[in-house]
T-cell receptor, first 112, second 111 residues
Framework: SQKIEQNSEALNIQEGKTATLTCNYT??????LQWYRQDPGRGPVFLLLIRENEKEKRKERLKVTFDTTLKQSLFHITASQPADSATYLC???????????FGSGTRLSIRP | DGGITQSPKYLFRKEGQNVTLSCEQNLNHDAMYWYRQDPGQGLRLIYY???????QKGDIAEGYSVSREKKESFPLTVTSAQKNPTAFYLCASSIDTERLFFGSGTQLSVL
């Protein structure tokens, strides 16, 4: 069956370090993969999209990689800050049905 | 101010009652979506609509109904057939599937 897994439910790291979150998928062949940030009690906010023919994409302190062979995306936040603390969701398109499927999210906490 | 508006912020349902969650957007987006989020969980797709007067079931459509009579509006009804309705409901819209814009959500609880 089709599945998206974010393999850390929670991640706790020290301010200034690089946070790395993982998103794995099975039985999909997405054209692209998206990352969103969600704060408690709020809707997710779009951060980055990476296409199947792109290996890496950067935006300020964020970096996303996409390995279609491993069926995995990595999301990095460099020089992490307490304000980066949130839940991060990966999502991909289900080409067959033109809909977006989300992973369960990773709750990231950055301690001062 | 362009955006997507969900109302109410909090909603309480009595047993056997149908309730309707509102979702309005002024972004001129064709596609609209409803997701359900349970505590500590990701988003699960309930229904989506790619165009007015057309919608498709998502992964957990049972106990829910929608309509799409206008481009701007995509209301979700939680029927009495939904036995476990307590959750955070999120509406989203998009021009294509490459980026979703979300509302601020409705927290539905059972009395």
């Amino acid at each position: 069956s089709q599945k998206i897994e974010q393999n850390s439910e929670a991640l706790n790291i020290q301010e200034g370090k690089t946070a790395t979150l993982t998103c794995n998928y099975t039985n999909y062949s997405p054209a692209y993969l998206q990352w969103y940030r969600q704060d408690p009690g709020r809707g997710p906010v779009f951060l980055l999209l990476i296409r199947e023919n792109e290996k890496e994409k950067r935006k300020e302190r964020l970096k996303v990689t996409f390995d279609t062979t491993l069926k995995q995306s990595l999301f990095h936040i460099t020089a992490s800050q307490p304000a980066d603390s949130a839940t991060y969701l990966c999502a991909l398109d289900s080409r067959s049905a033109s809909k977006i499927i989300f992973g369960s999210g990773t709750r990231l906490s950055i301690r001062p | 101010d362009g955006g997507i508006t969900q109302s109410p912020k909090y909603l309480f349902r009595k047993e056997g009652q149908n309730v309707t969650l509102s979702c309005e957007q002024n972004l001129n987006h064709d596609a609209m979506y409803w997701y359900r989020q349970d505590p500590g969980q990701g988003l699960r797709l309930i229904y989506y609509s790619q165009i007015v007067n057309d919608f498709q079931k998502g992964d957990i459509a049972e106990g829910y109904s929608v309509s799409r009579e206008k481009k701007e509006s995509f209301p979700l009804t939680v029927t009495s057939a939904q036995k476990n309705p307590t959750a955070f409901y999120l509406c989203a819209s998009s021009i294509d599937t490459e980026r979703l814009f979300f509302g601020s959500g409705t927290q539905l609880s059972v009395l």
